[in-house]
């Protein structure tokens, strides 16, 4: 029973280095989302995909961009890293989005840009 | 916008001993859900209870209850008979026709 997974669990990068962030969910969740999570600051929305073949900005968009592959994979990809980008990335997954939805989080990845 | 608020970045309780975990929230949608999120040191994201804001009546899960005061715009958690597995980060997040919003946190720590 996978639920969300994320691929990969740590990473560090190089200041202007790309990388893609991969999520897969196994519960046909028609909900995608990439939250980021910095000390004192909680989790924010950087990007989000209520159904398949739709993508919306959150909170923190800038210097990302995501991929809804199919319904079970939603890709976050950083093109040129900065240090201000190191933080623990979490992906999500619910049925719908609306009001009445648990969200099913990842194990989350932590990104360190040197 | 919805906006989630914590107030208590960190806080300790005796195990065994009660401990309550505030959050106040905005919102102008009448539909939403309120949750407690836990986050133990392995990082993963575990639901603790939820709140329909429709339902006057306090959810309870076993030792975790809430105080949901709708006019007040206030959703605190209470946690019974602290145990030391009970530490780790708490957090408050809001549920409406937008993703989750969450607060920034409270971390607890259960001493023995």
């Known amino acids: 029973n996978a639920g969300v997974t994320q691929t990969p669990k740590f990473q560090v990068l190089k200041t202007g280095q790309s990388m893609t962030l991969q999520c897969a969910q196994d519960?046909?969740?028609?909900?995608m989302y990439w939250y980021r999570q910095d000390p004192g600051m909680g989790l924010r929305l950087i990007y989000y995909s209520a159904s398949e073949g739709t993508t919306d900005k959150g909170e923190v968009p800038n210097g990302y961009n995501v991929s809804r592959l199919n319904k079970r994979e939603f890709s976050l990809r950083l093109e040129s890293a900065a240090p201000s980008q190191t933080s623990v990335y979490f992906c999500a997954s619910s049925s719908r989005q609306g009001a009445n939805t648990e969200a099913f989080f990842g194990q989350g990845t932590r990104l360190t840009v040197v | 916008a919805q906006t989630v608020t914590q107030s208590q970045p960190e806080m300790s309780v005796q195990e065994a001993e009660t401990v309550t975990l505030s959050c106040t929230y905005d919102t102008s949608e009448n539909n939403y859900y309120l949750f407690w999120y836990k986050q133990p040191p392995s990082r993963q994201m575990i639901l603790v209870i939820r709140q329909e804001a429709y339902k006057q009546q306090n959810a309870t899960e076993n030792r975790f209850s809430v105080n949901f005061q709708k006019a007040a715009k206030s959703f605190s958690l209470k946690i019974s008979d602290s145990q030391l597995g009970d530490t780790a980060m708490y957090f408050c997040?809001?549920?409406?026709?937008?993703?989750?919003?969450f607060g920034k946190g409270t971390r607890l720590s259960v001493i023995a």
């Open positions: 997040a809001l549920s409406g026709n937008t993703p989750l919003v």
């Open positions: 519960m046909n969740h028609n909900s």
